[in-house]
């Protein structure tokens, strides 16, 4: 079946300090891939997404490339900032047949960002 | 637009009762999905549904239910609560009559059940 691994957190950082957490996934088909972002006592936001090959999601200062050659979908961020402390899920959607609406996550890397 | 909500936000139940969660979509979309989110398991997909018809279902047992109505606002039902029912729920909605795959789900804040 669809599954979606994403690095272990938590992950902890300085404020400017470069962010890469990895996701990779197996899908048959053709999946879309997302990240979404979940602040504390929140629901998900959708933070950006990619739904064909080399395609690059962006955000807010965030980036992923969808590479199919690696089923890899990283999420990288220049400089983070406090305020992107939060718990961040990879996800996908792989269409069988005509209403497959379901998501598939990844169990979600917590990120800390110290000032 | 306003975005999904979902009522009530807490909730605090004990083994045995049974459980109604609501959530309204976003004004225009007819997909609603509902996911389970537990600090062991993650995010689970739970059923979805359009025109107020099931369309998938994940692996969850009887107990869990949903329906939705000709408005799409959604609810999803749980029976016999048991302790490790203790989740948050969230509510996504989408338009539903897209390509699948390339849909975006927004979601709901959630409604936070405890179970005691």
């Known amino acids: 079946g669809d599954s979606v691994t994403q690095m272990e957190g938590p992950v902890t950082l300085s404020e400017e300090a470069f962010l890469t957490i990895n996701c990779t996934y197996t899908?048959?088909?053709?999946?879309?891939l997302f990240w979404y972002v979940q602040y504390p006592g929140e629901g998900l936001q959708l933070l950006l997404k990619a739904t064909k090959a080399d395609d690059k999601g962006s955000n807010k200062g965030f980036e992923a490339t969808y590479r199919k050659e690696t089923t890899s979908f990283h999420l990288e961020k220049g400089s983070v900032q406090v305020s992107d402390s939060a718990v961040y899920f990879c996800a996908l959607s792989a269409s069988r047949g005509g209403s497959n609406y379901k998501l598939t996550f990844g169990k979600g890397t917590l990120l800390t960002v110290n000032p | 637009k306003a975005g999904v909500t979902q009522t009530p936000r807490y909730l605090i139940k004990t083994r045995g009762q049974q459980v109604t969660l609501s959530c309204s979509p976003i004004s225009g979309h007819r997909s609603v999905s509902w996911y389970q989110q537990t600090p062991g398991q993650g995010l689970q997909f739970l059923f979805e549904?359009?025109?107020?018809?099931?369309?998938n279902k994940g692996n969850f047992p009887g107990r869990f239910s949903g329906r939705q109505f000709s408005n799409s606002r959604s609810e999803m039902n749980v029976s016999t609560l048991e302790l490790g029912d203790s989740a948050l729920y969230l509510c996504?909605?989408?338009?539903?009559?897209?390509?699948?795959?390339?849909?975006?789900?927004?979601f709901g804040p959630g409604t936070r059940l405890l179970v005691l």
């Open positions: 996504a909605s989408s338009p539903g009559s897209g390509e699948p795959r390339a849909e975006t789900q927004y």
């Open positions: 899908a048959t088909g053709y999946p879309s």
């Open positions: 549904y359009f025109s107020e018809t099931q369309r």
